[in-house]
């Protein structure tokens, strides 16, 4: 049985797989089978597999679908490829090199739902990868796999690309849905939820790119084949990367439970000479510093919440020795604070407020009280205070830096205080 | 409102957006796109006159054009230069790689070398860390720079 699902049929070249290519290996059987059977077993299939998102949150995705009203009226199912969270790039390689992937998964979400038209909402960065989407979707329409009857059933199926204007806010569900609908993208208020109000203020579903394409898989070899790939109760593969000062930086297909020090010392080939692992962010810039020690937790949903981080993306970052974690998070910070949407207090005027803060200690003007302030920082935008996760996220790893780099931080502090 | 500043080209493509989304407001990112495209960047004349395909108050359009930096509504050099300055590119030298372009053309960030060559800009994550430090010119995504090395950049797209 397939071991790599998602990236099994990639070419060697690089190139985009071909439809021709993508049928020889089974593609579309999965929608095929998901039009044979009703919308509800579709949802459950999913369900069965453990099928968590991927985008970060690692929500159950068949959960999500259900609070989807069985009512008629238009429905919309949305894929999130504004892949946007710093040191991630696992959408961008799905995109570009197996498109129709791409195409079949979110044709199977929408049929689960009952939707008759998508919406794949692309970074305007990855023009490349839209490229290749259109060109596999201008196939899909001429083989009749989309349109008014979708792989010839009675079921009708349009997917569009949305090119965004490029802001990390667009990542977040319900500022996508604005965005989307060209309004200027903020968060919404949740109740409603986009599942019983979302785009258009229809009911809608919003899943991230790579979570979209396991669908396919899951439809064609089943919930028990797909739990047996993961190594925690979860089911499937994840996407891992590893970028920084690593041998071979680079995104493999793992089972999800993967530990951190395989990723790290035998996909990645360990650090590079003369760089000693200091820490690591295990899943993108919103996600908690975790320590060698973490070296073996399995990099699943619970397994990283566990010992104080989140899964986040599944694409670590690596900080070495040789690297200074303050100046680290002040970089993080500058990009949070650039990227928040200016909605609401808190984060437009924390964010900032702690770049500066950072920058003025990194420069020799800070003091020890700065240190405080930073702590006060995370706790006004700590979850709950703020409208969405931007701020939390940006937080997390402060907060982690300054449990475990505290004396980098206070030898910063001594400078400014003499 | 006058269209005039639009070439039918355009105002077609526009059109033809609108057909994608239920209401003309949606449109309004991809109709900016397509002025930016030939144009490289979108001046008062055309923002009305695109407002004015979309039935949108001009104001309420440069409030989206202003939200996104993808979207530019002050002139850009004939080049424009996007260089990663997120987490994974800083590890890797992206700082010495923006000096390196600071010192090669003359400017700071955000600004444009006075022939209208090149305008310089940092950026978030592109999404090809593992390449770091990485850059775009115009469309185009170049990996695995010499942070040292700033001419890759400004000759990118020059005779091929």
């Given at each position: ?13 690089g ?6 290519e ?16 009703h ?7 999913v ?47 799905l ?44 196939e ?25 204007g490029g ?14 609908e ?20 229809q ?39 590893v ?41 993108g ?83 020890h ?18 409208f ?7 937080m ?22 003499g | ?29 991809d ?43 002050k ?38 070398t ?47």
């Amino acid at each position: 049985m397939e071991t790599k699902p998602l990236t099994g049929r990639f070419r060697e070249d690089g190139r985009a797989v071909s439809l021709k290519e993508y049928h020889a290996a089974g593609g579309y059987d999965g929608l095929m089978m998901a039009l044979s059977m009703h919308p509800d077993n579709v949802q459950k299939r999913v369900q069965d597999a453990r099928l968590r998102g991927r985008g970060g949150a690692g929500f159950p995705t068949g959960l999500k679908w259900s609070f989807v009203p069985r009512t008629p009226g238009d429905k919309y199912f949305i894929v999130n490829a504004d892949e946007m969270e710093p040191g991630t790039f696992k959408d961008r390689e799905l995109m570009e090199r197996d498109p129709h992937q791409v195409i079949e998964g979110a044709a199977i979400g929408a049929y689960a739902i009952g939707a008759h038209t998508a919406y794949i909402f692309i970074r305007g960065e990855y023009r490349y990868a839209e490229k290749c989407l259109q060109q596999a979707l201008d196939e899909a329409y001429l083989q009749g796999i989309l349109g008014k009857r979708v792989m010839g059933r009675d079921y009708a199926l349009d997917i569009h690309l949305h090119l965004s204007g490029g802001r990390y806010i667009c990542g977040e569900e319900t500022a996508l849905l604005n965005a989307l609908e060209g309004k200027r993208p903020i968060p919404r208020a949740k109740p409603p939820f986009p599942q019983v109000a979302g785009l258009f203020g229809q009911p809608t579903v919003v899943n991230n790119l790579e979570t979209v394409c396991n669908l396919p898989h899951i439809m064609r070899l089943g919930p028990e084949w797909y739990l047996s790939l993961s190594r925690c109760e979860d089911g499937g593969t994840k996407l891992y990367g590893v970028s920084g000062p690593v041998n071979r930086p680079g995104l493999w297909e793992l089972q999800l439970g993967t530990t951190a020090r395989e990723i790290l010392e035998i996909q990645a080939g360990g650090m590079r000479p003369g760089h000693e692992l200091r820490a690591f962010q295990p899943g993108g810039a919103s996600t908690d510093f975790l320590l060698p020690e973490h070296l073996d937790v399995p990099l699943d949903f619970d397994s990283v919440m566990a010992v104080g981080s989140r899964l986040g993306t599944g694409c670590l970052i690596v900080l070495d020795r040789q690297t200074c974690p303050v100046k680290m998070v002040l970089n993080l910070e500058t990009f949070f604070a650039r990227e928040s949407c200016g909605w609401c207090t808190p984060c437009r005027d924390g964010l900032p407020y702690t770049e500066t803060v950072l920058r003025d200690l990194v420069a020799g003007r800070g003091c020890h009280e700065d240190l405080e302030l930073l702590q006060e920082m995370i706790q006004w935008m700590a979850p709950g205070n703020t409208f969405c996760a931007l701020a939390p996220g940006a937080m997390a790893p402060l907060q982690s830096a300054l449990r475990y780099f505290r004396e980098d931080f206070e030898r910063y502090a001594g400078k400014g205080d003499g | 409102m006058s269209t005039s500043s639009l070439t039918p080209d355009e105002i077609t493509a526009i059109r033809k957006a609108l057909d994608t989304y239920l209401w003309p407001e949606a449109a309004a990112v991809d109709a900016l796109y397509i002025v930016q495209q030939r144009h490289g960047w979108v001046d008062d004349a055309k923002l009305e006159a695109v407002a004015g395909v979309l039935g949108l108050s001009p104001a309420y359009l440069d409030s989206l054009a202003t939200f996104y930096p993808l979207l530019h509504r002050k002139p850009v050099g004939r080049k424009v230069i996007r260089y990663c300055d997120s987490v994974s590119c800083w590890l890797m030298g992206s700082d010495r790689l923006a000096a390196s372009l600071r010192e090669r053309l003359g400017i700071g960030e955000g600004e444009t070398t006075s022939d209208g060559a090149y305008t310089l800009l940092p950026h978030p994550c592109l999404g090809a860390c593992h390449q770091a430090p990485v850059a775009m010119v115009a469309d185009r995504l170049l990996t695995g720079l010499d942070p040292a090395d700033p001419d890759t950049l400004l000759e990118e797209g020059d005779g091929n």
